[in-house]
């Protein structure tokens, strides 16, 4: 399986990016997913997660009426809009097929990231 993000960029604060993971090699229509990112210097964290119908969703709370997180399991595919970006948005971002609850990666696996930089 290859998880690729992409749609990363420099932005001003206050911008808008939509970045998108696509999902090759398995299909992840039965999977929750989510998106991480590592800031630099700094571990990687949870942002935001998707159930596997696309029904529920969830986010860390410095990004809560910011980001939206969806899903097209047609293309295989997971999004995350990021609005009002600030500067401390600022990491490389992932995605993971997720446990839920956990809100946790369910493999060590990380595939390429797509790096999100803020300018102040």
């Known amino acids: 399986v290859q998880l690729q993000a992409s749609g990363g960029g420099l932005v001003q604060a206050g911008g808008s990016l939509r970045l998108s993971c696509a999902a090759s090699g398995r299909t992840f229509s039965n999977s929750a997913l989510g998106w991480f990112r590592q800031p630099p210097g700094k571990e990687r964290e949870f942002v935001a997660a998707?159930?596997?119908?696309?029904?529920?969703?969830k986010y860390t709370d410095s990004v809560k009426g910011r980001f939206t997180i969806s899903r097209d399991d047609a293309k295989n595919t997971v999004y995350l809009q990021l609005n009002s970006l600030k500067a401390e948005d600022t990491a490389v971002y992932y995605c993971?097929?997720?446990?839920?609850?956990?809100?946790?990666?369910?493999?060590?696996?990380w595939g390429q990231g797509t790096l999100v930089t803020v300018s102040s």
């Open positions: 993971a097929a997720v446990d839920y609850g956990l809100r946790s990666p369910l493999s060590n696996y």
């Open positions: 998707i159930s596997w119908s696309g029904g529920s969703t």
